[in-house]
Nanobody, 124 residues
């Protein structure tokens, strides 16, 4: 089970940190990722991290202004996005796949488990 938190209404230029808590020891060696879906658009990859090694991958849209991290003891991943703008408004989903070898997974179809999502709204 994946539970996201940290969404809400923020001002353009602010920063936001989302959390995704995974329950179940199998997630301790998984890859946890973040995806987002803006109104009327497809769900897109944002960032991902392998829980065991901490290898990361970022979408170009957030690269340089976001950081994904993890707390292995809590089996939790965090996504911080800085310099938020209106284009960051979306429902943010946490996802997990019980694979961590090879390139960091970035495709939605590669992920097995999904959270319910948390809304992030950036006000200009």
């Amino acid at each position: 089970r994946l539970v996201e938190s940290g969404g809400g209404l923020v001002q353009a230029g602010d920063s936001l940190r989302l959390s995704c808590a995974a329950s179940g020891r199998t997630f301790s060696t998984a890859t946890l990722g973040w995806f987002r879906q803006a109104p009327g658009k497809e769900r897109n990859f944002v960032a991902a991290i392998t829980m065991s090694e901490g290898r990361t991958s970022y979408a170009d849209s957030v690269k340089g202004r976001s950081t994904i991290s993890r707390d292995n003891a809590k089996i939790t991943t965090y996504l911080e996005i800085r310099s938020l703008n209106a284009e960051d408004t979306a429902v943010y989903y946490c996802a997990a796949v019980l694979l961590a070898w090879g390139p960091v997974r970035t495709k939605e179809s590669e992920y097995t488990y999904w959270g319910q999502g948390t809304q992030v709204t950036v006000s200009s």
